[in-house]
Structures are given as C-alpha cells and as structure tokens.
C-alpha cells in the first residue's frame, strides 16, 4: 500500500467517523425516531431508515471521490475506490453501533430528551444490540461500496441512478398529494398500484424507479440535441410551443383546487403567500444585492392596514378593494421610511438594522401602548372576505384564485421589472457600486427605488394574509417569515422568478405536506441555507446571468465560489 | 487659496429625500426623549429608591451583555463578519450547564458546597460553548474566509437556526428553572447600598473575566498574535503566526465568555430554554457596536451603557407620556438603540476604524 493509499484510507475512515457522528446527531435531535412513522417503500423502507442509509451513501460517495484528478493526485484503482467507500461505511456503522451501546448502559434519557427505547429499537434495526452493530457495519460496508461504485459508471448512468432514487423518494413523500389528486381525478386503480398505507407499494417503487433511471439517461443522451432541434425550428413554431407549454401551466394552475382538495387548497393559498414575499424580497436582495432580514415588517404593516381599514370592529369599515390603494400607498411609504436611513450602511450592517426594524414593528404591534389602534396580544379579529363580482371568497378554494391572481401579477411586475432600465441599473448597482455611480446611475434613488417596490409586495402579501386568515395577530409576524422568505429565494437562485416558485413550494408547501417534516422545519431551513451558502450559492434554479458570472471569468472576491461550486457543475458530455 | 476661497462659497448640495429623513429622525429623537425624560421626571411617582435598583439592575444584566458583546467584537476584530450564531453559542453553554446544575442539586452539593457547585456548572458551561463556537467556526464559516461579506452573515443566520432546533431536539423545549442556591439569595447592603446578592455576584464575575481577558490580550503571546491578526492577516501570516490557529483560538475565547455569561443570565434570569439565545445575542451586539466594534473596552462600555439604558430608559422616558406598561417597551428601547447607532454612529462610542459601505 502506497503512502497515498494510507492517507485516503486514512480520511475515507475519518469521514466514517463523521458520518456516524452525523447519524447519531439525527437520533438525538429525535429526527429518526419522527420519521420511523413514514413509509416510503411500504414493508421495506421507512424514511428513518432511508434517512440513515442516504447519510452513509453520502460520506462514502465523498470518501471516495477524487475532487481534482491530475497527476499529483490521480484516480485511485477500482478496487482500490470500493474499499475506500466501505471503510467509510464500516467505520460509520462502528460509530452508531458505539453509540447503541453506550445508550443500552449508560441511562441519560432524563437529559437527552429524545433518547428513549423506541427510539434506540429504531436506530438498533429491531435487533439486539449486539446483531444491530454488526447489521449496522454490515449494511455500512455494502452502502458505501455502492456509493463508491457510483464513480465506476458513466456520466450519465451516475446520473440516472440518482435520479432514479430521488424520484423514488420524492414520489412515497408526495403520497398525501397524489394519492387524493388521483382518486379525484377517478383514477383509483392507479392510486391503489402505487400506494398502499402511506407509502410506495414495492411494484410502484421498482417501476418508478426505472422509468425514472430511463428518462433521466435518455436525458443525458438526447437532452441536448432535442433541445437544439426545438430552438432550430422557425420563429413562429416555437411561439406555438411555447405558447401550448403556457396554456398547459395555466389549465393545471386553475384546476387545481378542484383535484386536490380543500386542505391542500389551504396550502397552496400559503405556498402562493410565500411567493408574494419572496418575489418582493427578490426585489430588494436578489436585484438590487440589499439583504433585508425585517422584510416581515412589511407583511405585517399590509395586514394590520387591511385589518383596520376592513375589521368590522371599527368605525371605517371599507372593503379589500378599496382598501388596497392604501394598503399600496402605506407599503411604499413604510418602503422609504425603513429605506432612507439605511441605504447608506455596509452590506451586513444594514441586514442588522432591518432586523431591529422588524422586531420593533412587532413587540409595537403586541404593546399595550398600541391596543387601542392595533389590538395588541388580541388582535384585530372578523376581517370580511372579499367579494369578486358578487361571490365571496371565504374558502381556501375560492381564495387559492384570488392569491394565483396577485402572484401572476407579481411575477409579470417583477419580470418586467427586472428586464427594465431599472433593473438594469439594479444588476449594475449590485455587481459594482462605484461603476454604476461613474456611468450616472443615482444608486440612492434606485435603491429606496428597490426598498419600495419590496416593500408594496410584501404589504400585498399581508394583506392577502390578513383577508386568508379573517384576523391578524402580532404572533403571525415573527422573524421567522422573514428568515423562510429569505431562505427560500436563496434555495431557489437569488435574482430569479422560477427559483422563487421552486423554492416556496419545496420550503413552505414540502413541510405542509409532510407532517414529519413540520417539527423539523426550522432546523431545515438553517441547513438550508448554511449547505446552500458552502456548496452552490447561486441557488438550485440559477438565472443564466447568475450562472455566468459565477461560472466563467469573474472578479477575484468570486473566485471562492467558483472552486466551491465546480463539483456540482454539469460535467461536460462527450 | 483660489481653492479655498471656492470651497467656501462651494455649492450647498442638493438636499436629497434620504437627507431629509434623517435629518427628520434626528430630530424625531432629541425631542421624543428630552420631552420623555422632563415629563417623567417632573411627574412620576418613582423613588431616588426605585431608580437606584434600575440602575444597579442594569448594571448587572449590562455586565452579561459585555461578557456576549466581546465575543462578537473579538470575531469581528480578526475575520470583520458578524457572528450572528453568537447568541446561540450563549445558549448552549447555559442549557447545558442546567443539568449540570440539577445534578448537582440532587446530589445536594449545589447547597452545601455552593462556590464549588458553581465553579463546576461554570466549566460546564464555558467548555460547552466554547466547543460549540469552535465547531461553529471550523463547519460553517472557515470554507467561506475569504467569500463576499453578505455570504458568512447568511451561513451564520442559518448557523443560529440550526444551533437552536438541535439543542431544543437534544433538551426539549420546556423552558427549565436553574435551582435556587440559599446564599446567593437575599440583598446584601455595601456602602449603604442595599444590592441584590446574586446580581453582585454577576457584576463581579464579569468584571474580573473582563480584567482576564483585557490582560490576556494585552500581556501575552496569544493576545499579541491575536492583535497582529485583527491588523493584518497577510503581514501576521509573514511574521510567522499560524493565523488559522489564532482565529480559533479566538472563537474558543468568545465561546468561553459566552458560556460564562449564560451562567450570569441564568443567575439573574433563573431560565434557560432553547430561544433564550436570540434576544440577548441581538442586544449583546447592540452593545460591540454601541461601543465601537472591534474595541475591547467598548465592547465592556455598551454592554453596561445599553444595560442601564434598558433598564431605566422604559420609565425615564416612556412612562411620561403615559404609555402604558413601559417594561413591556424594553425591547424597543435597544432595539432603536441599535438602529440609531448604526444609523448615526456606526463607529461607536470607542470606534476609531472607518466603517464605509461596501
């Protein structure tokens, strides 16, 4: 064995230890013992265990993997790389199986308060301490000399593996979801060949499995030159295509409440609240590069102007409609108001001080001091549904409408925005402050420009907030909505309309949908966005200039990004 | 001279939108607490009494805002990023230490050898964050040392969120009661004074970690490498300091102040739980930067301005304009100070670094 063969084996058996300590960390912070619960290949698998294995797979996949061949630091032998990734699954399942039996001895339920028998039987597979270390080393062994394995296939097989079990997964997750939509649509036969008690039916998961191995390699095969006959056709084909894929979106996004119910109603209607946040606080970080973590003063400034302005509580009772210009004009005003005095401040400062201006603008909308305007810990309560053309929207059905309706609108603003002059200036002004001012952008003007345009969404959101709900209460605005709409964009690609849909709707509607999830959402969305900062900043959805900028030539302050992202980059195909 | 004669009769420049704003925020202030402070003082029914305990209540919880207000001046002053993570690297010192705590209570030991007790559920504490504010450094923010300033900021955003749903996995999320110690209960009367024996004991163990901390930076070798580093990181790195080993060293410093200052919270709080990191991490940085972030002693000087000024600041000037329930106002009072300051006076009361925007 080689000098260099020693140290890989070396850091693939460090990452085992990493690995279990991170297996043990999800024990303890009671994930594992919460997702026991959830079936995702019914009899097979559960999400516990799917969650422990896909820990292994990862740090083996790493141990494994050579970040930069060349010949310094060559590919290792196949064999040699097989071993790699099962020492890293041995000396994982050591750690766990270590752990398994401290717990077993050593009594520390009274601190660690999600250490308890369920819990240990769980993590221990079932099986008596002694068989579950070695079922755990074993299963170790064999996960890791797969993930090892992956590096063995080619491009585009790698890839249709993991898609393949991706797809898998996201299809047992999505149960709540499709299973209803199916039975609505009348297709209970299907509904019942792939699901059976809340999780996959082995068949389904084996089909899903291959037909998504199968796509995802066609893909990779055929993708692009499918892609550069549909871009070869003439002008006024591609219109039509583009305007059937439209029409398509349009017809599912209007007949969805019907198919699916209304709980799920219910959380499209947040999920589409979401959007309305992000696409604003897309404005004012995403364009213009000004992190503001009190976004959610805006949401609550919209919902308490709507509240007072609607409630039947008080004496000026208008309804939505008219009370919206107000709740424009305030928005903007609130936009400057917060905007002015902070335009001046370095980056992070001015991400401190909209913080502060958040929490204020909540512990004032609880004080007493506030009760007689704002209804301190109370409330405003019975905020009237808005009537379109003689219906009232009460229902989270009718409703799910009226907020599609801001949102499309949103988008449209936001695009147009972004493909203005304004926006322009905007893109300028973030890459470099000094250069946009020497070619004559007034930065100030087009940043309280941003700070106020944000600001107007957010109060929209609030306001559909506020009719949603029929009531508005303090303790709907924590900083936690501005750290979810925050974490969401950075999810989706900052600067980018799709990335805040895609991002919304895996951040705010995934957790609806999957109760398991809900308690660790938090915990979630911090990973989130730490893992998302560490490994691909520009988000999952990465606008084209994003991309570009942080993938070719760059400014030397970039560079980091470039060597950080280079891994998750698509590989060329040859 | 030409120039100078037309400097002065330069222009006036254009008064801009954001000019007037703050000019009308300003103004907004002098007069809210001037106004505030005559109405009070001329017409409430508070005591020389009760205002002396605001004060050394203050005092107290000001000294606990030192104690977090220095590791995040500490960090600032060598990696100039905001750890926002440090209000949680308090709360897991604190959290932990309260099973040390109630061990030791059941055992008996915390009653009958209280200083010893203590000592005990300090270390827990202290080693507990500091591991924590190391870990903290070594996973999240060392990969993104030299990346664009916004980027650490939002890592340690997601840090402190990640850091509070674990220890609440791990702990649970009752909010837990430290046990009362019989001789830290009770006032104690110095110079006439009469003073709260458990504040005292606060107000004295962060004056000497503080006098341990102002000599361990001034006086030895670390403290030295640590100041070299927060100058210049190439030069350090020329002279021979592993700057690397300095960063750590000092987040482990920070981690360590933190976690006594947990033990000092729960002291005069009596309650640990897993969001308690939040409020008090904000208004600790409220502090560095009150008193100019990156200085040590202005790190120790906000901490006791903001405390006293949190504490006396709802009724001298809120309650004049009969708000009611002022107490309920605290928040906002440092809050707005950290606005204000960062607004007006981003260098602070003892800052001498430039801040400019970028």
Redesign the interface.
């Known amino acids: 064995m080689t000098d260099r063969e020693q140290q890989r084996i070396r850091r693939a058996a460090f990452l085992g230890a990493i690995s279990g300590i991170v297996v043990i ?1 999800f024990g ?4 594992i013992q919460a997702f026991v619960g959830r079936e995702v290949v019914t009899d097979y698998l559960t999400l516990a265990t799917a969650l422990m294995g896909s820990v292994v797979l990862l740090f083996a996949w790493h141990a494994s993997r050579v970040r930069h061949p060349g010949p310094e630091d060559p590919e290792p032998r196949p064999a040699t790389r097989l071993a790699l990734g099962a020492v890293t699954g041995a000396v994982s399942g050591l750690v766990v199986g270590a752990f398994l039996l401290f717990a077993e001895n050593v009594d520390v339920s ?5 250490i308890n028998g369920r819990m240990l039987a769980t993590m221990a597979y079932d099986f008596e301490t002694v068989t579950a270390i070695g079922f755990h080393i074993g299963t170790g062994i064999i996960l890791g000399a797969l993930a090892a394995g992956l590096h063995l296939l080619p491009w585009a097989m790698r890839r249709a593996a993991v898609a393949a079990l991706a797809s898998v997964i996201l299809i047992s997750l999505m149960e709540p979801l499709l299973r209803i939509s199916l039975v609505q649509l009348g297709l209970d036969d299907v509904a019942d060949f792939l699901y059976q008690s809340g999780g996959s039916t082995l068949e389904a998961a084996l089909l899903v499995f291959l037909l998504a191995g199968l796509a995802s390699y066609l893909w990779a095969r055929k993708g692009p030159a499918a892609r550069a006959r549909v871009g070869g056709l003439p002008r006024a084909q591609r219109r039509t295509i583009s305007l059937l894929a439209v029409a398509l979106i349009g017809v599912v996004l209007l007949a969805l409440p019907q198919i699916v119910g209304t709980f799920l109603s219910e959380v499209l209607g947040t999920v589409g609240l979401y959007i309305l946040l992000g696409l604003g606080l897309n404005i004012v970080v995403g364009y213009a590069g000004l ?1 503001d ?1 009190g976004y959610v003063a805006f949401y609550a400034v919209g919902a308490y102007t709507v509240a007072v302005l609607t409630s039947a509580a008080l004496s000026t009772q208008l309804d939505l409609w008219s009370a919206l210009p107000f709740v424009v004009a305030v928005g903007a005003l609130a936009g ?2 917060i905007g ?10 001015l ?3 909209t ?3 958040g ?2 603008a909540r ?2 909308a ?4 506030l ?1 007689p305007i704002l209804g301190g810990a109370q409330g405003i309560l019975s905020i009237p549904a808005p009537t379109v053309a003689g219906i009232t929207l009460r229902d989270p059905q009718t409703l799910y409408y009226l907020i599609l309706a801001f949102c499309i609108l949103a988008a449209v603003v936001a695009w147009s925005l972004s493909h203005s002059r304004v926006g322009r200036a905007w893109n300028a002004m973030r890459e470099d ?1 000094s250069v946009a001012e020497a070619t004559g952008i007034n930065t ?1 003007n087009y940043k ?1 420009l941003a700070f106020g345009i944000g600001a107007v969404f957010g109060c929209l959101a609030g306001a559909l907030f506020a009719v949603k709900i029929g009531s508005v209460f303090a303790q709907s605005f924590p ?1 936690l909505v501005s ?1 979810t709409a ?2 969401l964009i ?1 999810l989706g690609g900052m600067g980018n309309i799709a990335g805040v849909i895609v991002g919304a709707l895996v951040l705010v509607g995934l957790p609806e949908l999957l109760r398991e999830f809900s308690e ?1 959402r ?2 979630i ?7 998302m ?2 490994l691909r ?1 520009e988000g999952l959805v990465p606008s084209a200039d994003r991309k570009r900028e942080l993938h070719d030539e760059e400014p030397p ?5 470039q060597q ?1 992202s280079e891994p998750t980059a698509a590989p060329v195909v040859t | 001279m030409t120039g100078k004669v037309m400097s002065r009769f330069r222009r006036p420049e254009r008064i ?3 000019g007037i ?2 000019w009308a ?1 300003r103004i907004a202030v002098i007069v809210g607490v001037v106004t505030g402070a005559i109405a009070t003082l001329t017409s409430t029914n508070l005591t020389g009494a009760n205002w002396r305990d605001l004060v050394i209540f203050g005092v107290a919880q000001g000294s606990v805002y030192a104690l977090i207000a220095l590791g995040y001046t500490l960090v600032y002053g060598v990696l100039f ?2 750890n926002f993570a440090h209000g949680e690297v308090f709360m897991a010192g604190a959290f932990t230490a309260f ?1 040390a705590a109630q061990g030791l209570d059941e055992a008996g030991i915390l009653n009958q050898q209280p200083l010893f007790a203590m000592a005990i559920i300090l270390a827990v504490s202290m080693l507990t964050s500091m591991i924590t504010a190391v870990l903290l450094e070594r996973i ?1 923010y060392r ?2 040392r ?10 340690a ?10 220890f ?5 999320s009752s909010v837990r009661a430290y046990p009362s110690v019989d001789i830290f209960s009770g006032t104690i009367t110095i110079l006439g004074i009469p003073f709260l024996k458990s504040q005292l004991l606060v107000i004295v163990t962060a004056a000497v970690l503080m006098l341990a901390l102002y000599y361990f930076v001034e006086r030895t070798r670390t403290g030295r490498s640590m100041r070299a580093v927060s100058e210049d990181k190439e030069v350090a790195a020329m002279m021979g300091i592993n700057v690397d080993r300095v960063i750590v060293t000092t987040f482990a410093i920070g981690g360590l102040l933190a976690g006594a200052a947990g033990i000092l919270y729960a002291l005069i709080f009596n309650q640990v739980f897993f969001l308690m990191g ?1 409020v008090p991490g ?1 208004k600790a ?1 409220t502090a560095a ?1 009150l008193g100019g972030i990156g200085s040590i002693p202005g790190a120790m000087l906000g901490g006791l301005t903001l405390g006293v000024l949190e504490s006396v600041g709802p009724f001298l000037l ?1 309650s004049g304009f009969g ?3 002022p107490n ?2 605290k ?2 009072i440092a ?2 100070m ?2 204000l300051v ?2 007006f006076r ?1 260098t602070g009361l003892l800052g001498k670094s430039s ?4």
């Open positions: 960390y303890l912070i009671g994930m009274d601190i660690l308060s999600s992190l973590l400057l108001m002015a005095p902070v335009l001046r401040l370095r980056g992070d400062y991400a401190i001080v913080l502060g201006f929490e204020i512990i004032l609880i004080s007493d001091w009760k402050e100030t309280l900083l750290i925050l974490a950075i660790f938090l915990l969305y911090g990973g989130v966005l730490v893992a900062m560490l900043p302050e970039e560079q980091y990004r950080v | 801009s939108v954001v704003v703050l925020l990023m905001i099973f999240a990969p993104l030299n990346a664009p300033r916004l980027v650490p900021l939002i890592t955003i997601g840090a402190s969120l990640v850091l509070q749903y674990s609440r996995g791990f702990y649970g939040f904000i940085f930067v809120l708000v009611p329930s309920q106002l928040d906002v809050f707005s950290l606005v960062l607004i981003p801040v400019e925007r970028g």
